[in-house]
C-alpha cells in the first residue's frame, strides 16, 4: 500500500476510535462498566453473565409499543368478539407482550324471531369488521412509538379517535339523507286513507266496547343510546395497553389499576370485592309463569374469604340441582344451564324461588339471611307493556308503577335475607326509583343496571341523571377506557354509592374483568354463574389473587354491609333547608348542577346516615315455611 493510502487509513482509524470514545463517553458507558465489575466481583454470583445483563436492563430504554394486531375470535357462546395484542420494542427486539379479548356489548335474544337474530348477526360482524380495520390501520400507526406505562396520553388519543369517527359517521349519515330527501319525486306524496270511516267511526272498533287504556300514563322509554359502529377497538386497545403497562413492569394488573386510581400511591391493603353468583333464572325466557327473577343470586357472609364463601355455594348449587330433579343424572342437568352459567328453571309464583333457596340451605344447615344472603336481578325493562303501561311480572299479571314499588316493599318484608334488588324498575320510572329506596334503602342495595347510562356517559357529563339507586352495575363495553372507568369510581366512591364491576351476556375467557374489579375497589363483582369455562375462568381468578394478597399480607378484611337511609336523609335535607334564611330566586342554581346520580329536586346527600347488615335483616323465622 502507498504511504499516502496507510496515513489516510491510520487516520481514518484515529477518527473512528474518538468517535467510538465520544459515543460510550456520552452514554456513561466507561463509568456504568466500572461500577458493575466492581460491585459483581465482590458478588460473584454463579450466572455471572445473567447478573451483569440485569444490571444493564435498568439503564435500557423504556419499552414503546411497536405493533397492533386485532383478531376476530369467538367468545363464550360462539359468538364473533375482537381480540388485540400488543406488541413492543423491548431491548432493541420487537416482543409480543400481551394480549386481551374484549367482550361484545350486545344481549343474546332469547325467543327472539330469526330476522332479528340474522339482524343481530350482521350488527355485530359488521361492528368487529370495522374494529379490526381500526387496530390494524390508522390506530396502529397512531399508537405507535408510546409507552405503554403512559395510560393517560393512550386514553386521550383513543378518545379524540373515536369523537372525529363519530363526526364522521355524522356527517355520513346527513350526506344519506339529502340523497334520499333529493331523490323523492317533486309531486306530493299521496295523503295514506285515514282510520275514520265517513260515518266517523273508527275502524276495528266495535260500538259499546271500550279500549283498554293505561289507568296512568308511563314515561315514555328513552332512546337506546346508539353504539358507534367499530368502537369495541377503543375499549379493546385501552384495556390491552393497561394489560401491557402492568406487563412490562412486572406488576398484576389489578395494582397497576389501583395505583392508577390513587395517583400511584401505593395502597396498603386491598379488597376483594363479594361475588355475586347467579344460581338460578327464572326470568321471561323461563318456562314457567314467573318473569321478574332473571337471576337469582348468592352473595357469601362477609367474614368468609372469597374461597370459603365459593366452596359453600357450590354445595348449595349441588343441592338445588337435586331439589330440581332429584333422579337425574349429570347430562340431563346440565341441559338447564344456561349462558349465564347458572341453572334454569320454570316457576309460578314469586315466591317459589325463595321457598327453593330456603329448601336448599336447610337443607344443608344453613339459614338466609345469616350464612348466604340474595340478590335478584329484576330486568323490569325487559317486563313493560307499553300498551297497558304495567309490568308483566307473572304471565297475565300486570303491575303498574306505583304497585311494583309495593310489591317489592312486602316482598323484602317477608324474605330480608334479599339484600339487593337490581334494576326493580325502568329507568325512566324515576319517581318510583326514590319511592323504594326511601321504603327499604336503609336495607336492601337498590342497584342500576341496564338503568344506568353508559359509563362514557356518566364521565362525560358529571350532572347527568340516572335513578336515585344505591350503586350501579359497571360494564367494560364500546368506548369505555380504562381512565373513564378509574374516573366514575372516583365518583361513586364520593358520593358513597358502590359501584359493581359486571360481565356481559356474551362472555369471552379472558379474565382481566376480575383485576379491574379488585384495583377499582369495587363492592361486588357479578360473573353469572359457577358454570361454564368462561365464568369459571374469572372465579379462579378472585380466587388466586385473593390467595396473593393475603400471601403478602395486604388483603383487608371483608367489612358488614352499609346501607344508606334515604328517607332519614331527606328528612334532614328537609330540615336543613327549612332553617336556611330566604334566598333570591336568581341565587337558586341551575337544573344543570344537580349532582351525578341525583334524580331528585331535593339536594339530598347520599353520604349521610348507614344502618349495618346485622341490624337490617334481623328476621322472624316464623315467616319461613
Known amino acids: 500500500?502507498?504511504?499516502?493510502?496507510?496515513?489516510?487509513?491510520?487516520?481514518?482509524?484515529?477518527?473512528?476510535?474518538?468517535?467510538?470514545a465520544e459515543y460510550y463517553r456520552s452514554n456513561e458507558v466507561p463509568q456504568r462498566l466500572e461500577e458493575a465489575l466492581n460491585a459483581t466481583f465482590y458478588l460473584r454470583p454463579a450466572d455471572l453473565y445473567g447478573h451483569l445483563a440485569n444490571y444493564f436492563s435498568k439503564f435500557s430504554k423504556p419499552p414503546v409499543i411497536c405493533k397492533l394486531i386485532g383478531r376476530k375470535v369467538l367468545d363464550g357462546v360462539g359468538?364473533?368478539?375482537?381480540?388485540?395484542?400488543?406488541?413492543?420494542?423491548?431491548?432493541?427486539?420487537?416482543?409480543?407482550i400481551c394480549s386481551i379479548v374484549v367482550s361484545s356489548h350486545s344481549e343474546i335474544l332469547e325467543n327472539a324471531s330469526p330476522e332479528a337474530i340474522d339482524a343481530d348477526e350482521k350488527e355485530r360482524n359488521d361492528s368487529i369488521n370495522r374494529a379490526l380495520e381500526w387496530v390494524n390501520g390508522s390506530l396502529n400507526e397512531m399508537l405507535r412509538d408510546l409507552q405503554p406505562a403512559d395510560q393517560c396520553k393512550v386514553d386521550e388519543l383513543l378518545g379524540e379517535y373515536f369523537a372525529k369517527k363519530v363526526e364522521e359517521e355524522k356527517e355520513r349519515k346527513e350526506i344519506e339523507r339529502e340523497e334520499q330527501e333529493a331523490a323523492i319525486s317533486a309531486p306530493a306524496c299521496v295523503p295514506a286513507l285515514s282510520a275514520v270511516t265517513p260515518s266517523g267511526k273508527k275502524k276495528g272498533v266495535k260500538l259499546g266496547k271500550k279500549c283498554s287504556v293505561a289507568e296512568k300514563p308511563i314515561p315514555p322509554a328513552e332512546p337506546i343510546e346508539p353504539v358507534l359502529c367499530g368502537s369495541i377497538a377503543i375499549g379493546g386497545l385501552s384495556l390491552a395497553v393497561a394489560k401491557t403497562g402492568a406487563t412490562i413492569n412486572n406488576t398484576p394488573l389489578y395494582l397497576h389499576l389501583a395505583l392508577m386510581k390513587r395517583d400511584q400511591d401505593l395502597p396498603k391493603e386491598l379488597t376483594v370485592p363479594l361475588p355475586m353468583v347467579t344460581l338460578l333464572s327464572c326470568g321471561k325466557s323461563s318456562?314457567?309463569?314467573?318473569?321478574?327473577?332473571?337471576?337469582?343470586m348468592l352473595i357469601p357472609p362477609t367474614e368468609l374469604t372469597?374461597?370459603?364463601?365459593?366452596?359453600?355455594?357450590?354445595?348449595?348449587?349441588k343441592q338445588m340441582m337435586r331439589l330440581l330433579d332429584p333422579v337425574a343424572k349429570g347430562p340431563s342437568v346440565l341441559r338447564r344451564i344456561s349462558h349465564?352459567?347458572?341453572?334454569?328453571?320454570?316457576?309460578?309464583?314469586?315466591?317459589?324461588?325463595?321457598?327453593?333457596?330456603?329448601?336448599?340451605?336447610?337443607?344443608?344447615?344453613?339459614?338466609?339471611?345469616?350464612?348466604?344472603?340474595?340478590?335478584?336481578?329484576?330486568?323490569?325493562?325487559?317486563?313493560?307493556?307499553?300498551?297497558?303501561?304495567?309490568?308483566?311480572?307473572l304471565t297475565g299479571t300486570l303491575k303498574s308503577p306505583d304497585e311494583m314499588v309495593d310489591m317489592y316493599v312486602d316482598l323484602i318484608n317477608k324474605y330480608p335475607s334479599i339484600i339487593a334488588l337490581v334494576d326493580p324498575l325502568r329507568k325512566e320510572d324515576g319517581q318510583q326509583w326514590s319511592n323504594i329506596c326511601n321504603a327499604v334503602g336503609s336495607r336492601c342495595y337498590l342497584i342500576a343496571e341496564d338503568a344506568a347510562k353508559s359509563i362514557s356517559k356518566l364521565v362525560e357529563d358529571q350532572n347527568i341523571n340516572v335513578p336515585k339507586c344505591s350503586g350501579l352495575i359497571i360494564k367494560y363495553t364500546n368506548?369505555?377506557?380504562?381512565?373513564?372507568?378509574?374516573?366514575?369510581?372516583?365518583?361513586?366512591?364520593?358520593?358513597k354509592h358502590i359501584a359493581i364491576l359486571g360481565s356481559p351476556a356474551g362472555e369471552s375467557s379472558d379474565d382481566s374483568l376480575v383485576d379491574l374489579a379488585v384495583g377499582l375497589g369495587a363492592r361486588f363483582i357479578k360473573l353469572g354463574g359457577l358454570s361454564r369455562g368462561e365464568r369459571v375462568?374469572?372465579?379462579?381468578?378472585?380466587?388466586?389473587?385473593?390467595?396473593?394478597?393475603?400471601?403478602?399480607?395486604?388483603?383487608?378484611?371483608?367489612?358488614?354491609?352499609?346501607?344508606?337511609?334515604?328517607?332519614?336523609?331527606?328528612?334532614?335535607?328537609?330540615?336543613?333547608?327549612?332553617?336556611?334564611?330566604?334566598?333570591?330566586?336568581?341565587?337558586?342554581?341551575?337544573?344543570?348542577?344537580?349532582?351525578?346520580?341525583?334524580?331528585?329536586?331535593?339536594?339530598?346527600?347520599?353520604?349521610?346516615?348507614?344502618?349495618?347488615l346485622n341490624e337490617a335483616t334481623k328476621m322472624d323465622p316464623s315467616i319461613f315455611p
Open 1 to 20: 500500500m502507498e504511504p499516502g493510502g496507510e496515513r489516510e487509513l491510520r487516520r481514518h482509524l484515529l477518527e473512528l476510535r474518538h468517535q467510538a
Open 537 to 612: 375462568t374469572k372465579y379462579n381468578r378472585l380466587l388466586a389473587i385473593e390467595e396473593e394478597l393475603a400471601k403478602n399480607g395486604t388483603l383487608r378484611s371483608g367489612e358488614n354491609h352499609e346501607f344508606v337511609d334515604f328517607a332519614e336523609e331527606a328528612e334532614t335535607a328537609e330540615e336543613l333547608l327549612d332553617a336556611l334564611p330566604p334566598i333570591e330566586q336568581d341565587s337558586w342554581p341551575s337544573q344543570h348542577s344537580q349532582p351525578l346520580l341525583a334524580q331528585d329536586q331535593n339536594p339530598v346527600s347520599l353520604c349521610g346516615s348507614t344502618l349495618h
Open 79 to 96: 359468538r364473533p368478539t375482537l381480540e388485540v395484542e400488543i406488541f413492543c420494542t423491548v431491548k432493541n427486539h420487537e416482543k409480543s
Open 306 to 317: 372469597v374461597k370459603q364463601g365459593t366452596e359453600r355455594l357450590l354445595e348449595i348449587q
Open 479 to 495: 368506548q369505555t377506557k380504562i381512565s373513564d372507568l378509574t374516573e366514575l369510581t372516583r365518583l361513586l366512591d364520593g358520593q
Open 287 to 296: 318456562s314457567g309463569k314467573l318473569k321478574l327473577m332473571k337471576e337469582v
Open 340 to 393: 349465564l352459567g347458572c341453572l334454569i328453571t320454570g316457576c309460578d309464583s314469586l315466591e317459589q324461588p325463595l321457598i327453593l333457596m330456603q329448601t336448599a340451605c336447610r337443607n344443608l344447615g344453613l339459614e338466609l339471611g345469616i350464612d348466604v344472603h340474595l340478590a335478584i336481578n329484576c330486568a323490569a325493562h325487559e317486563l313493560m307493556d307499553y300498551t297497558k303501561g304495567k309490568y308483566e311480572i
